[in-house]
């Protein structure tokens, strides 16, 4: 089969943006609209991104999550280390408990500026971490204006292009787009370390099937990826050296999205913003203790881990879970 014409990619990329803008405007819960609302404060970001489960599938008792995109981290009211770390190992994550009519919402807030954002939805990055979530249908809770808005749509339009030219590499021969959408999130899982169960990665395109599927002939068709269909099968067509080269840089990848993940983690002992109370409240649901907490622990809850164990311990959590 051909390469595209011009006029297809053109056409191609104009459907891909249509029906992502449509999608960042759609709306949500106006319990999701005050949460944010109270979150920003005073603060001026660029923009503010509604994703994940609790947005693909309502519960009132969940954690939302969040990014927050700024112009400059300065502009968010971070500590002067957290802001560092952020700048050399981004995002940074805070957890927020915020009354909305007579109820708390909590949430978890990730933390990046503009910049980053481009970087790491962009062909060069070697982090799937952002790519692979704003691959996925997402909202634009609150936004600054317009320019901030086409700011953050091309880099949504960057994670979806990504997310596509990688699914050619990671998929099968030839298959249906779900076929190829799976073998994608099942390797983005495997990158970063997360627990998931099986069924997960079938879970993102439960829903919303027919959305993944017309993205996907489309961003092959934007990207130049010669590709044959036959009914809802698809086949790219990429040479024996690119698929090989792809693959390489796949595991590259993955290895490295290990170890930024690891890095994370160990970051968050000391810029994770109220991580303790996430964790109280996490054991707090599923256990009925609560857990107390002191200014410093609730600061740096994983250096504090012992003796946050050996409270629950006194509290009796392991006796009831044995």
């Known amino acids: 089969m051909p390469q595209p014409a011009p006029t297809g990619r053109l056409a191609a990329a104009g459907r891909i943006a249509h029906l992502l803008a449509g999608e960042l405007v759609q709306p949500v819960a106006p319990s999701v609209t005050a949460f944010v609302a109270q979150l920003v404060g005073g603060a001026q970001p660029l923009g503010v991104i509604f994703y994940g489960s609790i947005l693909r599938a309502s519960d009132p ?60 939805t962009g062909r060069a990055s070697l982090d799937t971490t952002v790519w692979a979530r704003f691959c996925q249908p997402v909202r634009l809770v609150w936004v600054r204006g317009p320019e901030a808005a086409d700011a953050i749509l091309a880099c949504i339009v960057r994670a979806v292009a990504q997310a596509g030219r990688w699914a050619a590499a990671l998929g099968p021969a030839s298959g249906t787009a779900d076929d190829f959408w799976l073998a994608l999130f099942s390797h983005t899982y495997a990158a970063e370390l997360r627990v998931e169960n099986g069924r997960r990665p079938r879970t993102l395109l439960e829903g919303h099937e027919q959305r993944y599927r017309t993205l996907l002939p489309d961003i092959w068709l934007a990207d130049g990826l010669p590709f044959e269909r036959s009914g809802d099968v698809l086949a790219p067509r990429l040479t024996p050296g690119l698929r090989r080269r792809m693959r390489e840089g796949w595991w590259l990848r993955g290895r490295l999205g290990r170890v930024l993940n690891i890095g994370r983690l160990a970051k968050g ?54």
């Not at 700024?70 to 940074?92: F, I, K, M, T």
């Not at 909305?100 to 910049?115: E, Y």
């Not at 410093?296 to 006796?319: D, M, N, T, V």
Request: some cysteine; overall charge positive; hydrophobic content about 45%.
């Open 61 to 120: 008792d969940g954690i939302l999550d969040f990014y927050v995109i700024v112009e400059r981290l300065e502009d968010w009211g971070s500590r002067p280390l957290a802001r560092e770390a952020n700048r050399l190992l981004p995002p940074n994550v805070e957890y927020h408990e915020i009354p909305v009519d007579g109820r708390i919402i909590r949430a978890k807030v990730a933390i990046l500026s503009i910049a980053q954002f481009r970087r790491m």
């Open 269 to 322: 002992a000391f810029t994770f913003e109220g991580g303790a109370r996430y964790i109280a409240w996490k054991i707090q649901r599923h256990s009925g203790i609560v857990l107390p907490l002191g200014p410093f622990s609730e600061r740096h809850p994983l250096i504090c881990l012992p003796y946050l164990l050996w409270k629950l311990r006194q509290a009796g959590f392991f006796r009831r879970r044995g």
